[in-house]
């Protein structure tokens, strides 16, 4: 008796938490940073304007690159979210700001929930997060910003615990959205950057890079800041000229 309540305990607990993520793509954030893109906004601007764009492996960037320009760098990212709910912010806190460069790291969250459904849902939410990646990185480039769109960073292995609302399919989906978003790069102002390149070797976790099964380490933010801040100087020596 005992065994078959733990599993049926076990399967309620997945299924309230598939069931929070799919709904995760709904809910709109896109006031969260109106105080600051205001003052952004306010007065003259003369220096370059670089704006991080994403979800929590945006919002918990740090150390940030180090630029050879005196351009203004600023954090747009929000835990949690999927593009679905980005989709209600960009206007606000990527379009109306007008950035010099945009960089984008999104869509792990949208990807953990396909994961865990199957079938036509499994197949829409894939759908939707690569549309939204390609849009975003459309739109801000069709404005004059430099767009430098990191690939969806793969989970590491989670811990036994997580198990319990896990699916190995997560690892599969995350390659086969980052080879849809390749053509994005058609677009000669939008550059794709392989940011597993920078974390992993031969398929495995360079040491010390990962915080959790989803986050990053200092370390690992440095590897990435490595990879973005020559690019993001040479967009900006561009764009000033």
Request: with cysteine; glycine share 8%; proline share 4%.
């Amino acid at each position: 008796m005992s065994i078959g309540l733990n599993l049926a305990l076990i399967q309620t607990v997945r299924s309230l938490y598939i069931s929070a993520k799919v709904r995760a793509a709904r809910p709109d954030n896109s006031g969260m940073y109106s105080d600051l893109n205001a003052d952004l906004q306010s007065g003259s601007r003369t220096t370059p304007l670089v704006v991080l764009f994403g979800d929590s492996r945006i919002a918990e960037w740090s150390p940030e690159p180090r630029l050879r320009s005196s351009a203004r760098l600023v954090n747009r990212g929000i835990d949690g979210e999927t593009t679905e709910q980005m989709k209600l912010r960009f206007e606000n806190d990527i379009l109306a700001l007008r950035p010099q460069v945009v960089v984008i790291q999104a869509g792990i969250n949208d990807l953990v929930a396909a994961s865990l459904v199957s079938g036509d849902l499994r197949d829409a939410i894939v759908d939707r997060c690569v549309g939204n990646l390609k849009d975003f990185a459309r739109r801000a480039a069709e404005q004059g910003s430099g767009v430098l769109l990191l690939t969806i960073i793969p989970p590491a292995r989670p811990p036994l615990y997580r198990w319990l609302v896990w699916d190995s399919a997560i690892w599969g989906i995350v390659d086969s959205v980052n080879e849809r978003i390749g053509s994005a790069s058609a677009n000669g102002d939008v550059a794709i950057l392989d940011a597993s390149a920078a974390l992993m070797s031969n398929g495995s976790w360079n040491r010390g890079v990962t915080k959790d099964t989803l986050h990053l380490t200092p370390t690992g933010y440095e590897r990435l800041n490595d990879l973005l801040a020559v690019r993001i100087d040479d967009l900006l020596e561009h764009a000033v000229q």
